[in-house]
């Protein structure tokens, strides 16, 4: 049997780390690709691995913003220096960044929903697992992810869309937990189905 009390104490507790709070060292690359092979360790109706990873580090991240802020400043007409800034950051919170991108095969009898849902998964196991690892961890979109010419500049193809960029590194402090849903509220008991009276 495969059971992990430890797994289990972990998981009621894990939490993301903000971006602000993360910094070097990253995961090294066996580390990496401990975590990568974690991902990829989902339910997937069908095999059809509708996923894929795309490694953001270094100089091509600096490039990256550059080419976003072109972008924003094109959409925006103008930015304060700060907007700039942020825009020139986006991809640079972490050592490293993994964009999860769900790459739904269309000529599949497996519905293009359930396939987004084996790429959000893939997000969350890499989120879950990178914090395992001791690392923090935080799973963001932002407005790029809605953008085609974002999602181009960050090396998607047309049909792909970012599941969310998950942003990995260190951190020194406590990180406060914020208010989780009430679980009792959202959960109900099925009585069977709807009678018309
Ligand atoms: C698909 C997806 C996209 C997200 N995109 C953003 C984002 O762009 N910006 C942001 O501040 N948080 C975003 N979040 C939320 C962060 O991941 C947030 O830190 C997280 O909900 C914290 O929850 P946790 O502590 O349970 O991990 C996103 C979450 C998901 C699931």
Known sequence: MLESHEALEFLKIRKSVPLTQLMAPGPSEAQLSDLLEIAARVPDHGRMEPWRFILYRGS????????????ALKK???????????????????????GVVSNVVDDSNIPEWEQFLSAGAAAMNLVTATTAMGFGANWVTGWYSSDA???KVLGLAPHERMAGIVHIGSYDRAIPDRPRPDVKALTSEYTGPYQAS
Do not use: F, W
């Open 149 to 151: 010419e974002g999602r």
């Open 60 to 71: 091509a991240v600096i490039k990256a913003g550059e080419a976003l802020a072109e972008i």
């Open 76 to 98: 925006n007409g103008q930015l304060s220096d700060e907007e700039l800034e942020r825009e020139h950051n986006r991809i640079n919170r972490a050592p490293v960044a993994v």
